[in-house]
Every structure is written in C-alpha cells, then in structure tokens.
Nanobody
Framework: QVQLVESGGGLVQAGGSLRLSCAAS????????MGWYRQAPAKQRELVAT???????NYADSAKGRFTISRGNAKNTVYLQMNSLKAEDTAVYYC??????????????WGQGTQVTVSS
C-alpha cells in the first residue's frame, strides 16, 4: 500500500513563507494527480491546489497568487510553496494522491496532515 509522508509544517509569522513537501512511497504503483487540502478549525476540508502528472495545476481562489504547487521529477513528490502567509491560512494541511496500482483499482491516498500555524 502506498503511503504519503509529509514534512515542512510549522509556525511562521504573517507575511512569511513556508514550503510543504509530500512523498509517495510504493514502487509497484504509478502516481497520478497529487494535491493539497487543508482543514481549519470549525471548517470542512477544502481544496488548496492540485497538479497532474503532466504538470497542469489548479488552485483555490484563496491560494492564487500566493501559493505554488509543483511536482518532483520522479512524479512521486509534490510541493506547496506558500508565500505571503496570513493568519487565515492556519490549518492542518493534507497531501493526497491518485494511486494507480498495477494489479488493483485506483484509489486516493491521504497523508497524515501537517500543522501550519501563522501568527498575527
């Protein structure tokens, strides 16, 4: 089973930057689209950004102009560069990926989540 391992969360001051990383482990599988979601207190999990294996990106309105999603050359990693952070960006950020096993049906995998706290 493919697992997603995240890193890069932490505490940052408003206006600062943070870079999140997520790596999918599982050589027997191909990895399709990957993305970042977040869940703030008292809110449902929401889409932040997605990127296909070909590099096509999609952003939530709140992320446009400030966040950049990118893909590693091996296509099993995804990054989220977050600039000009605001207190409203405080949330648990989750990585996800479309897993394409060679001998199974495709499924969605999720990371454990990483806390991003923006102080104000």
């Amino acid at each position: 089973q493919v697992q997603l391992v995240e890193s890069g969360g932490g505490l940052v001051q408003a206006g600062g930057s943070l870079r999140l990383s997520c790596a999918a482990s599982g050589r027997p599988s191909n990895i399709g689209a990957m993305g970042w979601y977040r869940q703030a207190p008292a809110k449902q999990r929401e889409l932040v950004a997605t990127i296909t294996s070909g590099g096509s990106t999609n952003y939530a309105d709140s992320a446009k102009g400030r966040f950049t999603i990118s893909r590693g050359n091996a296509k099993n990693t995804v990054y989220l560069q977050m600039n000009s952070l605001k207190a409203e960006d405080t949330a648990v950020y989750y990585c996800n990926a479309v897993i394409l096993p060679y001998t199974r049906h495709q499924y969605i995998a999720w990371g454990q989540g990483t806390q991003v706290t923006v102080s104000s």
